[in-house]
């Protein structure tokens, strides 16, 4: 995009931003709202400036339509974000428009506005949306918000493919190129093998950095390997399915074995811990969208040029890539909700969800899966090509999948914020309890939570 | 005290006369006023509340329906709730055990060395209780944090193995009540200091020529002259233990495995966070038993301390 | 007779000299015992003062001791004075702070005074429930209170905060105040009574001076109450301009895989500032305040 002011016309033409715009356009925005101005709070980035797109983007679509734009970022780490989202909920006053965590679309689906015409318009000239993002932001057959590309992340694995190969003889940049097909090997990339190698790794004094505590990416990653298992543990409608769930069990078990190579205290790891058991050179492997990398080439460039991302490895119900998109929602209480519908629209356009993704370094994914093929994911380094299979890509024959679908929202929300996952294999591996009596307090638990409803 | 304020009342008006019985009630209508912006604050801001929580918490989750004790009941059958109710109870009793032995034994201290020196020493040990304990929490997390841990480094060389501070649930549960110890036991020490001072010399120079071991005399002077004051300090600080949020929430927001939550942060944890606001005002309330056994003691000590001194 | 008393002299002298190596062993052991525990007392703040003057790259770098700061450097804390957040911080706390301690020295002198020298209908019972209202912990009723301040459109605005922190200092200043009213002589205001004074004179000309220095401790602990409160601002605070400084410092500075270790401490010691300062220029009065509910109660 050209650096200089875009002017209204050109941006109408371009069918970007203040599209409802085609007939109504800025003026519109402006004259129907109280002051003209809007207020978004937006995730706030872990890669190093990737904060700078969005707030180009704010700049931009502000001038362009003389509205007055505020963009704050929150960041979740010690869940600030999600206590935003609850206190302006409850409020019902605050930003116009928030970034929402998976469930939260749905959870809050009766405060949001309905984006179906912003959607239908951004599909219409995109195509398909991200099932998962789609099915999370869909509620009652209405998007309770955009799909966002900032902070949008899968969570495949950050490997030292040095210390992969030295000490569990697997090359993961034969396996994985960076290129679009799978490498010699590819097929035996399953949870089996991961165990072997996180076994190899923990003797040689690198364990793999897996959080098992009760923040997001310890969530993720945790579902990714009860789905690859196909365990389940409420159907559709949040009835526990836990009683006689082979698969259930199968996963647990392989989960309490791997927790074995594990560094001691996963249990309390949050976000951050397996990022800096990364940087800090003391983990071979960790599964984590790039800012762990992004963070090293800054503080430890040693390290960072040592990493490969690849996928996640597949079990036995296929592969699954731990998920975490973001969800982009507007208050229906706020004031200026035209507006806010036109910068969602305009900031999810192809070039300028490029911006993000560019900004990032690579980091975020823009939820329209024809956006996949941006250059940033080949050409970022050093090694150059480290995230090359960052994003899904279809020789790695996965699916991005979410921890607790396909439960109903307000259900899944609660097990997601209570991380019922890790926390049934910490009562095993950790507390010592038998397997029976972990399942059974897990499905006691998820009973109490649709109690009282 | 408050008794006290009031004992020294009754006689003030005592000489007789009309103007002066008008000058009272005048008086008791300007008192009322006076007092009348406390009696805002606390209706207000602490009995309406309070009142408005039990409300609350017989609500369902979207606050739409009355569910009567469902909360509660709820609450009681959850095993991660019965595990909450254990740890408050174990960190508070333990954390208020060591604060007020380590607080009597530095008071002590401090009190035998020689008075010049006493207002430095005193002044370095209470710098844990002047910091915000929120930011102070800080930096603990920082020294326990598991790569960069600056104390394993310290254990590590006297080959002691490093200590998975907060992974694990034991050692998380002692982490938390060591940094409660360390932020709450200087406040002990200033109020023994205090009541140590006011233990007339000459009690233990009778003690001394009586030919008193030091046991003795700390088992047959001080503890009895300083009954009082260890018993109210020990209940306040348990109720402020009981209550304790900031620690928790900055070293391990409840985990592992929500071993170690108090009533304080699960409530936050329920009400707050995951918007089960009527189950978190329950959670909440379940500290009320607690403070109303402790208030009854503290109270009654406070009336019989009053009767015995007039 | 010479002869009978020395054996008992010399058992005098005996007893003596043990009681001095007594007292000698007892003041070795007491200076030991606060040489350790002063260390353990002053080891965290000191190791926060010496990350925050590190650098991010030697945070990182694990191959020296970590009590030791190589290159000392000021960078953490020029970022930190140089960030527009971290200000706001600051004025935010400041606002709110100054906003409590006067309202709350208003409300609790007024009150203290009418309940401590001037007898009314309930005050006895109302002194009682002050003292019972300063049992009652913020934990319990920040939920009910959330909803109560959301419903007065207050939530994530400092001046809610003013708001509720009165449930946090009133009714232990208003019970501090009770007790050093009470104890001025009474033949204080009965004299002015006498000489034609009305209430609120003789309030402001004879027992606010006489009693400053309770009143200044209870200012200091409403300064640092207010200034350390966490639980208030930590519910009902999301966005950063609003924050005061816990929560801030605690919020927004903490960036997970950064390693921005140098920059949090720094921020949590310049938080931790204001009520340190006061408390090195006032220790006595701030421990007056401290132990004058006890030791009086």
Redesign the interface.
């Known amino acids: 995009m050209s650096k200089h002011g875009i002017t209204r016309r050109k941006v109408l033409r371009n069918g970007a931003g203040v599209m409802a715009a085609t007939a109504v356009g800025a003026p519109m925005v402006h004259a129907q709202g109280t002051s003209g101005s809007l207020r978004f709070a937006f995730w706030d980035h872990w890669v190093p400036g990737g904060n700078d797109a969005l707030k180009e983007l704010a700049q931009r679509f502000g001038e362009q339509n003389r509205i007055n734009m505020t963009v704050d970022f929150i960041n979740t780490t010690g869940n600030q974000l999600q206590l935003t989202i609850a206190a302006q909920a409850q409020s019902r006053s605050g930003h116009d428009g928030i970034s929402l965590l998976p469930w939260d679309p749905g959870t809050y689906a009766d405060q949001l506005e309905p984006c179906d015409d912003v959607m239908q318009r951004l599909s219409a000239k995109y195509g398909p949306v991200n099932p998962v993002a789609e099915f999370l932001a869909k509620r009652g057959g209405h998007w309770r918000g955009v799909p966002a590309t900032a902070g949008t992340q899968a969570k495949p694995a950050c490997v030292r493919f040095d210390l992969m190969k030295q000490h569990a003889g697997i090359d993961v940049r034969e396996m994985w190129p960076a290129a679009n097909r799978a490498g010699p090997g590819a097929d035996r990339w399953t949870w089996d093998t991961f165990l072997t190698a996180a076994e190899a790794c923990h003797k040689a004094g690198v364990p793999f950095g897996l959080p098992m505590g009760q923040f997001t990416d310890a969530v993720d990653w945790v579902g990714a390997v009860f789905l690859g298992y196909g365990a389940r543990v409420t159907d559709e409608r949040g009835n526990p399915t836990i009683r006689n769930n082979a698969e259930l069990r199968q996963a647990i078990d392989y989960l309490v074995r791997l927790s074995r190579f594990l560094p001691n205290d996963v249990w309390a790891w949050d976000d951050a811990s397996n990022n800096r058991a990364l940087i800090s050179g003391r983990s071979a492997l960790i599964f984590n969208p790039p800012s762990a990398w992004a963070v090293a080439k800054r503080d430890a460039p040693q390290v960072a040029e040592n990493c490969w991302t690849i996928p996640m490895p597949a079990g036995p119900k296929g592969r699954f890539l731990a998920y975490l998109p973001y969800v982009t929602g507007i208050w229906s209480f706020g004031r200026n909700k035209t507006a806010a519908k036109a910068f969602l629209e305009f900031i999810t356009q192809r070039e300028n969800a490029e911006l993000c993704v560019n900004k990032s370094q690579g980091y975020d994914i823009p939820p329209f899966l024809s956006m996949s093929d941006f250059k940033a994911w080949e050409t970022e380094g050093p090694p150059v090509g480290t995230i090359f299979n960052y994003p899904l890509k279809a020789h790695h024959q996965a699916t991005y999948s979410i921890a607790f679908s396909p439960a109903p929202p307000e259900l899944a929300q609660q097990m997601y914020l209570q991380a019922l996952n890790t926390k049934v294999v910490a009562r095993i591996a950790q507390g010592g309890e038998s397997v029976e009596s972990a399942l059974g307090w897990l499905e006691r638990e998820i009973n109490n939570m649709r109690r009282g409803g | 005290?408050?008794?006290?304020?009031?004992?020294?009342?009754?006689?003030?008006d005592a000489p007789g006369g009309a103007s002066l019985k008008r000058f009272a009630r005048r008086?008791?209508?300007?008192?009322?006023l006076?007092?009348l912006?406390?009696?805002a604050?606390?209706g207000g801001?602490?009995v309406?509340?309070?009142g408005?929580?039990i409300h609350?918490a017989t609500l369902?989750?979207?606050m739409t329906s009355f569910?009567g004790l469902?909360?509660f009941e709820?609450l009681l059958?959850?095993?991660?709730f019965r595990m909450v109710i254990f740890q408050s109870v174990f960190f508070a009793i333990t954390a208020v055990i060591l604060k007020a032995a380590?607080g009597f034994?530095?008071a002590?201290?401090?009190h035998?060395?020689p008075a010049n020196g006493q207002?430095k020493?005193?002044?370095?040990?209470?710098?844990?209780w002047?910091?915000?304990?929120?930011?102070?929490t800080?930096?603990?997390w920082?020294?326990f944090e598991?790569?960069?841990s600056?104390i394993n480094?310290?254990l590590n060389i006297f080959a002691i193995p490093s200590v998975?501070?907060?992974?694990?649930?034991w050692w998380?549960r002692i982490s938390v009540i060591i940094v409660n110890v360390?932020y709450g036991a200087?406040?002990f020490m200033?109020?023994y200091l205090?009541?140590l001072k006011?233990v007339p010399e000459q009690l233990y120079e009778a003690a001394?020529i009586d030919?008193a071991t030091?046991w003795q005399r700390l088992r047959y002077v001080t503890l009895p002259m300083m009954r009082n004051?260890i018993s109210?300090?020990v209940l306040?600080s348990l109720?402020?233990t009981?209550?304790?949020?900031?620690i928790v929430?900055?070293l391990?927001?409840?985990?592992?495995?929500?071993l170690t939550h108090v009533?304080?942060s699960y409530?936050?944890?329920v009400?707050?966070?995951?918007?089960?606001?009527?189950?978190?005002?329950a959670v909440?309330?379940f500290?009320?038993p607690i403070?109303a056994i402790?208030?009854f003691f503290?109270?009654r000590g406070?009336n019989r301390r009053n009767k015995e001194e007039a | 007779m010479s002869a009978t008393t020395a054996p008992a002299q010399q058992g005098i002298y005996h007893k003596a000299g043990s009681l001095r190596s007594e007292r000698r062993w007892a003041l070795w052991t007491a200076y030991l015992s606060l040489i350790v525990s002063a260390i353990i007392m002053l080891a965290p703040p000191v190791y926060m003062l010496l990350t925050s003057l590190k650098t991010s790259a030697e945070v990182a770098d694990q191959s020296g001791s970590p009590w030791w700061v190589s290159n000392p450097t000021l960078e953490n804390y020029w970022a930190l004075l140089g960030n527009r957040m971290f200000i706001d911080f600051f004025l935010n706390s400041a606002k709110v702070t100054i906003a409590v301690v006067a309202l709350t020295m208003v409300i609790s002198v007024l009150a203290a005074f009418a309940l401590g020298r001037m007898r009314f209908w309930g005050s006895q019972a109302l002194a009682t429930g002050v003292f019972l209202t300063y049992l009652v912990p913020d934990t319990l009723l920040f939920i009910p209170l959330y909803q109560i301040v959301g419903g007065l459109g207050l939530l994530d605005n400092a001046w809610g905060l003013v708001l509720v922190y009165p449930t946090l200092t009133v009714p232990f200043c208003t019970w501090i105040m009770i007790g050093y009213f009470a104890s001025i002589p009474k033949e204080l205001d009965e004299a002015a009574l006498i000489d034609g004074a009305n209430w609120m004179q003789m309030l402001w000309k004879i027992f606010i001076p006489v009693a400053l220095p309770g009143i200044i401790a209870a200012t200091i602990f409403a300064f640092t109450v207010s200034w350390a409160a966490f639980v208030y601002p930590t519910a009902f605070i999301t966005t950063p301009s609003e924050m005061p400084m816990t929560i801030g410092v605690v919020s927004q500075l903490i960036r997970g895989d950064t390693f921005a270790w140098g920059q949090l401490m720094a921020g949590a010691l310049l938080a931790a500032l204001p009520p340190v300062v006061i408390y090195a220029f006032l220790m006595d009065y701030y421990i007056a305040g401290l132990t004058a509910g006890a030791t009086k109660g």
């Open positions: 005290m408050a008794d006290g304020g009031a004992a020294t009342l009754p006689r003030m008086r008791s209508t300007i008192a009322f006076m007092t912006p406390l009696i604050v606390i801001l602490v309406w509340p309070a408005y929580a609350l369902n989750r979207r569910i469902g909360n709820i059958e959850s095993e991660t380590i034994w530095l002590h201290m401090l035998h060395i207002r020493w005193r002044g370095m040990l209470l710098v844990p002047v910091i915000p304990p929120a930011l102070s800080l930096g603990w920082w020294m598991p790569t960069y600056s480094w310290i998975p501070w907060l992974g694990e649930p998380a360390w200087p406040f200033i109020m205090a009541a006011s001394a030919g030091s004051i109210i300090t306040f109720i402020v009981f209550a304790n949020y900031d929430r900055v391990t927001n409840g985990g592992p495995r929500d009533f304080a409530a936050f944890q009400g707050i966070l995951a918007g089960n606001i009527p189950r978190g005002a909440s309330l500290m009320f403070l402790i208030a503290v109270l406070v």
